[in-house]
T-cell receptor, first 111, second 114 residues
Framework: GENVEQHPSTLSVQEGDSAVIKCTYSDSASNYFPWYKQELGKGPQLIIDIRSNVGEKKDQRIAVTLNKTAKHFSLHITETQPEDSAVYFCAAENTGNQFYFGTGTSLTVIP | EPEVTQTPSHQVTQMGQEVILRCVPISNHLYFYWYRQILGQKVEFLVSFYNNEISEKSEIFDDQFSVERPDGSNFTLKIRSTKLEDSAMYFC????????????FGSGTRLTVV
């Protein structure tokens, strides 16, 4: 099956700086890669996703890049704000009907 | 914005007891899922449900687990005889379309087995 690795597990940045979270996956058949943000006491919320036919996607301060050859994808948050503090999960979906999640990155934005 | 609703938010149960976790997916969604997250660990897939039947399940989803969509709106996860290791956050999710689309997750039910 698919195996998704995520790094780092914790990340602290100063407000206004950028944050980058990286994930790798093992199954070359995986073709959909969503990113979820989980705030304390809430369920994961989809913030951005990318499909395998695209190399990069941007939505305001958030961008995701995908390198299919290397089997890795990254989340980039620019101009970070305190409200970006949360746990972020990457996931990969292969030809099956389930997501394989990374272990999560706890992001702290220091005002 | 439409939400996936889960009840209860927290359930404490004695080991060996049956529990039913309830979910109301978004009304026009067709694909339903249960995931769980043991404290500090990955979000793990349990089961997917489409067209009134299980479409996929993981090794975790053994004979002690079952799912049901009894009335066209609720989607339930039953654990017949809970074990200590079933303690986790259980998330329900749904999506309108199949593969290649994101889920909407509920806020989760924290199950504590004592």
């Amino acid at each position: 099956g698919e195996n998704v690795e995520q790094h780092p597990s914790t990340l602290s940045v100063q407000e206004g700086d950028s944050a980058v979270i990286k994930c790798t996956y093992s199954d070359s058949a995986s073709n959909y890669f969503p990113w979820y943000k989980q705030e304390l006491g809430k369920g994961p919320q989809l913030i951005i996703d990318i499909r395998s036919n695209v190399g990069e996607k941007k939505d305001q301060r958030i961008a995701v890049t995908l390198n299919k050859t290397a089997k890795h994808f990254s989340l980039h948050i620019t101009e970070t704000q305190p409200e970006d503090s949360a746990v972020y999960f990457c996931a990969a979906e292969n030809t099956g009907n389930q997501f394989y999640f990374g272990t999560g990155t706890s992001l702290t934005v220091i005002p | 914005e439409p939400e996936v609703t889960q009840t209860p938010s927290h359930q404490v149960t004695q080991m060996g007891q049956e529990v039913i976790l309830r979910c109301v997916p978004i009304s026009n969604h067709l694909y339903f899922y249960w995931y769980r997250q043991i404290l500090g660990q990955k979000v793990e897939f349990l089961v997917s449900f489409y067209n009134n039947e299980i479409s996929e399940k993981s090794e975790i989803f053994d004979d002690q687990f079952s799912v049901e969509r009894p009335d066209g709106s609720n989607f339930t996860l039953k654990i017949r005889s809970t074990k200590l290791e079933d303690s986790a956050m259980y998330f329900c999710a749904s999506r309108r379309q199949g593969a290649g689309n994101g889920y909407t997750f509920g806020s989760g039910t924290r199950l504590t087995v004592v």
